[in-house]
């Protein structure tokens, strides 16, 4: 098949029925981690973090070890997952900051599942960080699909653990005591409560619970609690400088550490405390068998405000981080659970990405997809009924420091650096089922595949006039 016949039938696929044991639409909840490291995770090897909620979800489900996120970094990573779309075709393709506040907006024109899930008759919440657009513009999550918002509307000013607002819905909450000089309020604690609070309310019709949390994002902050405690004294510490709480405070500063290894475990332990409450509110409203709970992270570990990858062992030995394009950058955790019609302990390797959420919650949910998406549903791999699609290739775009496309086909990877230069853009080619860790360039001894796959990536690529690359 082409790639053309294959997009094609992408176009108009057809609906993949789940059909639960209570004969209704199944309740959905998406947990997204920011900066989220695939090694960071109990289930994925971590030693040195507890997440023995994250963990146990994993063996009630299915966790995969071939997912891969939008991109490298926060704004089109989400963008990806909200549209179904890949990079190369997405809305927005990078990280582009809107003053006062929030980043460039979704268009009107671009439809979110959140907004087909909406349609459908679900309740839609969505709390923690949205970063896809400020309050009144298009991009406003209550113009995406989201019948309540409440959280961090711009990326910018997640960067503070305890800033001076958060947004509900189009009323701005302000924080008593958060006043950049001192603070008084956790933000992911306020966040948490209204997103238990939402399941209180919509526990007797379908609902759609998005919970991208900030955690464990840079800053590094957590209250002095027992998370705190549990590694206060467990790793050796370098303390990190940054820009601190006070008359010279900055919003999206970075405050110093005085130890960030215990800091950066509290707040993956935290986070996977928040999980855990989900959990138990899931199965105190008696809906967990009608539930399917989706975890992840936006993109790979990051090394911003003290934070040590290397030390845990973040990426799980993959070369990378956030804003690579390598495996580090890009792999991310994936995590799926739902009693009744996912078999627990299950891992697999199908290869998936974000912009494959999108036809598969509506597969789920038994909602037709009438516009474009560059995703395959996996509910076949889910409830291990029918034949499962796969993707031709996959594709990714980073638009900063100096641009970077990247394409998986098969076993091969090209990388393509400085990607917006076509003085300065050279390529990387890696054989994933040889080399893994991306250790070796064979670009030079593979010519004719560093031409297939520039080829694929000229196809998957179009121009946007917000987020440009210059072509050669």
Known sequence: MSIKSFFTLLFFSSLITVVTAQNKRPNIILIM???????????????????????ALA????RFENFYSGTSVCAPSRSSLMTGQHTGHTHIRGNKEIEPEGQEPLADSVTTFAMYLQQAGYATGAFGKWGLGMIGTSGDPTRKGFDEFYGYICQRQSHRYYPTHLWHNSTKVILPGND??????????SIQEKALDFMDQHRDKPFFLFVPTVLPHAELAVPVDAFYEKYANAFPETMHKGNDYGPKATVPGYASVEKPRATYAAMVSRMDAYVGEILKKVEALGIADNTIIMFTSDNGAHREGGADPAFFNSTAGLRGFKRDLYEGGIRTPFIVSWPQQIKPNQNSKHVAAFWDIMPTLLDVAQIKLTTYSDGISFAPTLVQKGKQQKHDYLYWEFHEDGGRQAVLYKNW??????????????????????????????????????QQLLALIDEAHTENAIFPFVKK
């Open 59 to 62: 063996k009630k489900g299915i």
């Open 33 to 55: 981690a920011d900066d989220l490291g695939i090694g960071d995770l109990g289930a994925y090897g971590q030693t040195k973090i507890a997440t023995p909620n994250i963990d």
């Open 180 to 189: 950049l000089t001192t603070k008084a309020v956790y933000a992911p604690e």
């Open 413 to 450: 990877k090209l990388i393509k650096q400085k990607a917006k230069s076509a003085e300065s853009a050279y390529m990387e080619l890696f054989d994933l089922k040889k080399d893994p860790r991306e250790t070796t360039n064979l670009a030079a001894q593979h010519p004719k595949v560093v």
